[in-house]
């Protein structure tokens, strides 16, 4: 258990951040739009409760109740059993760093680039499903596509499709079952990652796998080139 002075620093901490969002939120109305964010949103057109609405459903608005909210349901027995996974929504209070000026505009020249970017991210995107789903099929054709029956028979009566060993001098049950599972080895190498948890041992297979990698490459800078142009 936690000693009782962490759990007087939180609910101080708690506190606190409660009293700053209350009072933010009582007097977001009589602010000007341009220091509370709705600059976009004419003040003689919007009444003070949808200007306060806006305010507070701004995403470091909403970080700020979510970093809060795990402590009132504890206290109110509310989802007990899920108060170690509530206790990760407080984390969600190292995004207040954010509203510091330097960090705003930071975050504000990411949003630009990342919202430039966004229409040309996802054609690359849908290329690279395209292209995942065809290294996937021809990895599982290359490396799960031979079935058995003799092989593995204590562990697999009724057949497995089988591969051979890394060495060329026995078989093994192949990794690849599916595309769909196919499809992780692919996007694990196409982006260089490479966790070694499946690879292939066939020489279609690792030809393939050649094709990945530099095919993962060129998707890698092709995604890199548009993000730098909107620079």
Known sequence: ALPISFHRTEMGCVVMFTIDYLLRAVTAHAMC???IGCSRYPLEEVPWWKLTVRYLTQWLNIADFLAILPWYLECFGVLVGSSSVLRVFRLTRMFRLLKSQRMRSCVDMMTDIIREALPGLLSVF??????????????????GSHYSVDHFQDEYPYGVYIRPTIDAHGWEVSPFPSILTASWWFFTTATTVGYGDLYPTTHFGRFVAVCTFYGGIVLVSIKLTIIGTTF
């Open 126 to 143: 849908s290329l690279t499903c395209l292209v995942g789903l065809l290294f996937s099929a021809l990895i599982y054709f290359a490396e």
């Open 33 to 35: 739009p341009e220091e």
